[in-house]
């Protein structure tokens, strides 16, 4: 595998005796610069050393996603990761929300926006404390090397981590991560017997399914994923964006169909979410360009077979 270089910008101000450390896609955003010094690191993504140590680290990911709409959420999740003082350290922010609302897609778009690069680790039921550390592989000479997670290999690159799903996780494999989510920003491998401090750059976002909990997750684990930032199913305008953004290809009027169908079924407290508007307006498009059928009038087909005939009534 190639390494490759990654930049990492940070903006620091100082006015007075206070200096700040702000990410530069928030400050962006905030527009409030007065004083400002743009500093670029290089780093080696590929292998590092510690104590004589080397471990691999995993790649960052680059996904073709876009937050739309709910600028405000944007900014909250973005406020939990600022650092205002050189004594004040980040949030780690838990995102909650029923399934397909786009927790994944504002974890992303929040830590793209901060200029660092992005790690993903989707957390299961039979995710171990060492998974989300360090694992030793077999190289090809036959000897054992050390594989950092994409956890620790942001926490090394100074990157952002969203630790996806992460109300599946187990309660042991949450207690590895304890100091790393409190004020001493570390963790120890067992496996290398090492101690990795967390690059001050590094930010980490959990997100939880609200209707899926695998595990109940303990007091002293809820404590340290705060705050916790609460998505909701979008207003009918703001679905229509977010059905448009994914969607480009498709014309407005299947659009303009579907979001009234996932409005009415919102109202009705179901669960069907973004997603399944979008698989639901795709399939019908797909449907239509195989055949001679308008996709307006394949929708209810469509939606029979992405969500079941429970679904119909809120077609109209
Ligand atoms: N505000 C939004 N802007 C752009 N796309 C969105 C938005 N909300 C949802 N989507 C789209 O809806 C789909 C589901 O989003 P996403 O995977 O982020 O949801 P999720 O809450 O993480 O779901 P799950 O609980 O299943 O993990 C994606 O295709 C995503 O692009
Ligand atoms: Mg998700």
């Known amino acids: 595998m190639a390494g490759h270089r990654m930049k990492a910008k940070e903006v620091f101000l100082r006015r007075g005796n206070l200096s700040c450390i702000i990410p530069w896609g928030a400050l962006q955003r905030v527009g409030r610069i007065r004083d400002k010094k743009i500093k670029d690191r290089e780093i080696d993504m590929k292998q590092t050393t510690i104590d004589g140590i080397t471990l691999s680290l995993a790649g960052s990911v680059e996904l073709p996603l876009k937050w739309v709409g709910q600028d405000e959420l944007l900014r909250q999740l973005l406020a939990a990761w600022m650092v205002i003082d050189e004594r004040d350290i980040p949030f780690n922010p838990r995102l909650v929300g ?135 199913f979008p207003e009918a305008d703001e679905e229509l964006q977010i059905l448009k953004e994914n969607l480009p290809f498709s014309d407005g009027e299947i659009l303009s169909y579907v979001v009234t169908f996932l409005q009415r079924s919102h109202r009705a407290d179901e669960l069907y979410s973004v997603r399944d508007g979008i698989n639901i307006a795709r399939y019908a498009l797909k449907m239509a360009a195989a055949g001679s059928q308008p996709a307006t009038d394949l929708l209810k087909l469509s939606v029979q077979r992405i969500l079941g005939d429970e679904a119909l009534p809120y077609l109209g």
């Open 98 to 232: 029923k399934p397909g609302v786009g927790k994944t897609t504002l974890a992303y778009a929040a830590a793209i926006s901060l200029g660092r690069p992005v790690f993903l680790y989707q957390a299961t039921m039979d995710t171990r404390p060492e998974d989300l550390i360090i694992s030793p592989v077999i190289g090809p000479d036959g000897k054992i090397q050390y594989s950092a997670s994409s956890l620790v290999s942001a926490m090394l690159s100074g990157g952002v981590l969203i630790l996806d799903e992460g109300n599946r996780m187990s309660e042991k494999a949450w207690a590895s991560l304890a100091p790393l989510l409190d004020d001493r920003r570390y963790v120890e491998s067992i496996v290398t017997g090492l101690r990795i401090p967390a690059q001050q750059d590094f930010r980490i976002v959990v997100t939880m399914n609200e209707d899926a909990s695998t595990f109940e997750l303990p007091e002293y684990i809820h404590s340290r994923l705060q705050p916790q930032i609460y998505i909701d």
